[in-house]
């Protein structure tokens, strides 16, 4: 309590990308589109899986829910981002940005877990396919999905426990356009080298430990694809490559940033925005490219939507 009670910065101010104004505006402009562009996809993803009765599997049961935290990730930090574009001082204040923060992990952690589920749900349903039904039956991917959200406020409790210990009581300077706990942490008046170690062992080795274990489970689903015809490896390396496009596209920028929290680098804001803006949106673009079931059933949805509009004209 006396640590809080020390707390004198109300007040954050962001540094944001660039101080050129002609870069930002076209930056907000881009950033702009890549927003509505990620809510969209995302959400035609979800009302997809919901309304076609042939995706009600767990797979398709998953990526819906990835579509869902992809949108909830990237509404964490893009407004507030676009926002200041707009403002040539970009604050936040002390109680926003922690909640900022919180939220970021919260979505982070759950898409890392979730991308682990995903991952083991292509194990069990390439490599024992007689015992998929049995293994991932609704009522267990309810329960994981439920276990997923648990971990990741469990660890988003950890990560806004470790910064808001800290005194605050000067600097308030940071040189990015979000608040994370790597960033913040670097302005408290006292040694966080203790903190740093937690965070490491904390994001770092959950991103870093979670990222092996899905690479492995690739890696014995396609020792097992030798087994399976020539129709069934396609199928099954098109599904695979789709996941793993995902998984690399999220871990890579995780890795780099949460296993040397102590460190900085000129290029950590370009994985940022890889991290929070790019990555969301990349999602339902490589799942509906590369998967032909949603992509009917995308087809199917629009043909709806001109029945329906025809009907009414």
Known sequence: MDTLNQTRVTEFVFLGLTDN???EILLFMAFSAIYVLTLAGNILIIIATVFTPRLHTPMYFFLSNLSFIDICHSSVTVPKMLEGMLLERKTISFENCITQLFFLHLFACAEIFLLIIMAYDRYVAICTPLHYSNVMNMRVCVQLVFALW???TVHSLGQ??????????????????????????????????????L???????????????????????LASLRKHSAEGRQKALSTCSAHFMVVALFFGPCIFI?????????????VSVFYTVVTPLLNPFIYTLRNEEVKSA??????????????YT
């Open 21 to 23: 104004w002609v870069l």
């Open 150 to 152: 648990l971990g990741g």
């Open 160 to 197: 806004t426990f470790l910064t808001i210990r800290l005194p605050y009581c000067g600097p308030n300077i940071i040189d990015s356009y979000f608040c994370d706990v790597p960033l913040v942490i670097k302005l408290a008046c006292t040694d966080t080298y203790l903190t740093g170690i």
């Open 199 to 221: 965070i490491v062992f904390n994001s770092g080795t959950i991103s870093l430990t979670c990222f092996l274990a899905v690479v492995t489970s690739y890696t014995v689903i």
């Open 258 to 270: 949460y296993t040397r929290p102590d460190t900085s680098f000129s290029i950590d804001k370009v």
């Open 298 to 311: 995308m087809k199917q949805l629009r043909q709806r939507q001109v029945f329906f509009m025809k009907s």
